[in-house]
């Protein structure tokens, strides 16, 4: 084959697979990627029929998550917001943390790239991207060397955690929070507690596939939204790093009440 049609296809598969990394660290914390509860196969929804732009749950699907919530747990208003909050949160970042502590790779997940639906019963709610996200890299990333569309190259790690910081909060799960906190009384900082917990719960569980220190990667990401200050790390049972938080989801209001092991109230 010609070395001009040998760097082709090289470049086409460095580009097919810009989700790469995520998926594969997705696949060692779950044993797949196209089955999570809660995520599209393979994080991409290729067919948006059913879909809708998740720029949408701060307005139009706000109730429908919520009424959602209650019914699952049986939850009082404010524990419903609170938990719906600490799922969606959870599964929104993940594949931005996992893409940032993996490869320093960002999806970047603003509420219009971001798609959801509520038709699978299982997880409260589903989420998938745009097969036209943007990805944020590094200018040493292959991506970067090849002029992917879709690649935003940024000139260092503090201004991809700016990136990740835009997409993900200021243009996403911002607007959200102003949302869930003008429609129930549920104070902002008790929400960002679960954001907190979600992220650095998403870096310990796939610390086994991350490379580096799990603590450095929680810092860094915590700083950067501004939330380093509401948990905080010590060794569990296991000698394992764990996550004690510093506000509480509520669990613990439930007809069933359920204390988190990290549970400030423990």
């Known amino acids: 084959m010609p070395v001009s049609s040998t760097l082709e296809l090289s470049r086409s598969r460095l580009t097919d697979q810009p989700l790469a990394p995520v998926t594969t660290t997705l696949r060692a914390m779950f044993g797949t990627s196209t089955e999570i509860p809660g995520l599209a196969p393979d994080l991409v929804v290729h067919d948006l029929v059913g879909w809708t732009p998740a720029a949408r749950l701060a307005d139009v699907h706000l109730e429908t998550l919520l009424d959602n919530a ?16 600490k799922a969606y949160t959870y599964w929104l970042t ?23 639906h509520f038709d699978d019963p299982r997880p409260l709610v589903s989420l998938g991207m745009r097969s036209d996200i943007t990805v944020a890299v590094l200018p040493g990333d292959p991506l970067a060397l090849v002029g992917h569309p879709r690649v935003r190259v940024v000139g260092d790690e503090d201004a991809l955690l700016a990136e990740f910081r835009r997409a993900v909060f200021d243009e996403h799960l911002g607007p959200l929070l102003d949302a869930i906190h003008d429609r129930v009384r549920l104070g902002k900082r008790t929400l960002l507690g679960s954001l907190a917990s979600g992220i650095a719960y998403g870096v310990l569980r796939s610390a086994d596939a991350l490379p580096g220190s799990s603590a450095e990667s929680i810092d860094r990401l915590l700083g950067t ?21 510093k506000t509480c989801c509520l669990a613990f209001t439930l007809p069933k009440p359920k204390v988190c092991p990290g549970c400030c109230i423990k």
């Open 70 to 85: 209650s019914h699952r747990w049986n939850a009082q208003p404010h524990a419903a917001a609170a938990l719906a909050w």
């Open 94 to 116: 993940l594949p931005a943390v996992l893409g940032w502590a993996s490869a320093r790779r960002v999806p970047l997940l603003t509420a219009t790239d971001t798609v959801i």
């Open 225 to 245: 939204l501004g939330v380093r200050d509401l948990i905080e790390l010590y060794p569990g049972p296991s000698g394992k790093l764990d996550v004690r938080r």
